[in-house]
């Protein structure tokens, strides 16, 4: 158990909804990042929060955006769903995000969209 | 952009035989080289990481990589596989300190015969 919690753990929606996953990082964390895992695309960066602000951003859709509240939690909103966005969407989070820390991923939510 | 290249999307060895996983980096400046391991529906565990100290790095689990620049590669070892060792590997390459430019690569499926 890594310490990083997401839910749900699966979601199942239709083309053209709305959808917020939820994550919860590791106690004391302050960096809290978000992939994309996809059969075709591979596991892909999204976006990073440190405490509470955008610090980078990846290889994320207009149609996607992410938050982090004052309490650490993170929220990724996807919306105008198509069939692609199907994917395991994680959730990693790490203490100051430097590069010598560990990323600690959490267990993940399974988006299909149908 | 750095980038990684992992040779071979499925390798399969025997119980107690040599596991060699390869991964090959491209980088504009000096990396931090990971590997993690994703083991069937659980998210990315940290086995390892290079950042700058001993190029030859021991991780869990009994694996250990030797980052090796002349041939700007990462290669995963283990002596012998063992049978829980089945899973998925990927090595992953990053330039900031902020760690938030991770490229992973397209993973290693490994299977491990009895």
């Known amino acids: 158990d890594s310490g990083v919690t997401q839910t749900p753990k699966h979601l199942i929606t239709a083309t053209g909804q709305r959808v917020t996953l939820r994550c919860s990082p590791r106690?004391?964390?302050?960096?809290v990042y978000w992939y994309q895992q996809s059969l075709d695309q591979g596991l892909q960066f999204l976006i990073q929060?440190?405490?509470?602000?955008?610090?980078a951003k990846g290889n994320i859709l207009e149609r996607f955006s992410a938050q982090q509240f004052p309490d650490l939690h993170s929220e990724l909103n996807l919306s105008s769903l198509e069939l692609g966005d199907s994917a395991l969407y994680f959730c990693a989070s790490g203490p100051s995000g430097g590069a010598s820390n560990e990323q600690f991923f959490g267990p993940g939510t399974r988006l299909t969209v149908l | 952009a750095q980038s990684v290249t992992q040779l071979g999307s499925h390798v399969s060895v025997s119980e107690g035989a040599l596991v060699l996983l390869r991964c090959n980096y491209s980088?504009?400046?000096?990396?931090?080289l990971f590997w993690y391991v994703q083991y069937p529906n659980q998210g990315l565990q940290l086995l390892l990481k290079?950042?700058?100290?001993?190029?030859l790095v021991k991780g869990i689990n009994g694996f250990e990589a030797e980052f090796k620049k002349s041939e700007t590669s990462f290669h995963l070892t283990k002596p012998s596989a063992h049978m829980s060792d089945a899973a998925e590997y990927f090595c992953?390459?990053?330039?900031?300190?902020?760690?938030?430019?991770?490229?992973f690569g397209a993973g290693t499926r490994l299977t491990v015969k009895p």
């Open positions: 290079y950042t700058s100290a001993a190029t």
């Open positions: 106690s004391g964390d302050l960096s």
């Open positions: 992953a390459v990053s330039e900031s300190d902020n760690n938030n430019d991770m490229r």
């Open positions: 980088s504009s400046v000096p990396p931090y």
């Open positions: 929060y440190y405490n509470g602000e955008e610090r």
